[in-house]
């Protein structure tokens, strides 16, 4: 059974740093686009970052261009999610999912359990 776990979420002051990751488990997703999203209490859920499968192509929604790093490690088969500058605009239950594309947010999979980022000001 697929399955994706993310983690690294936490309480941080604005301006901080998180590392989040997302270890994939129950096939290779070395050959697959992944991304990361993200919903906020009350809002929509929205794809943040994509990645290509080799890694060359990366997405970024323009709210976090420029302060956050979509990266993968193909032999961990781990998709990463590096965030500097925070805002607390940026609280949110974080996902990563198998897309379509490096720029689809056509999610193929079900969702994992996320892992909430709080960004106090």
């Known amino acids: 059974q697929v399955q994706l776990v993310e983690s690294g979420g936490r309480l941080v002051q604005a301006g901080g740093s998180l590392r989040l990751s997302c270890a994939a488990s129950g096939r290779t997703f070395s050959s697959y686009a992944m991304g990361w999203f993200r919903q906020a209490p009350g809002k929509e859920r929205e794809f943040v970052a994509g990645?290509?499968?080799?890694?060359?192509?990366?997405y970024y929604e323009d709210s976090v261009k420029g302060r956050f790093t979509i990266s993968r490690d193909n032999a961990k088969n781990t998709v990463y999610l590096q965030m500097n500058s925070l805002k607390p605009e940026d609280t949110a239950v974080y996902y990563c999912?198998?897309?379509?594309?490096?720029?689809?947010?056509?999610?193929?999979?079900?969702w994992g359990q996320g892992t909430q980022v709080t960004v106090s000001s």
């Open positions: 990645i290509s499968w080799s890694g060359v192509r990366i």
């Open positions: 999912n198998q897309v379509g594309d490096y720029s689809d947010p056509t999610q193929l999979l079900d």
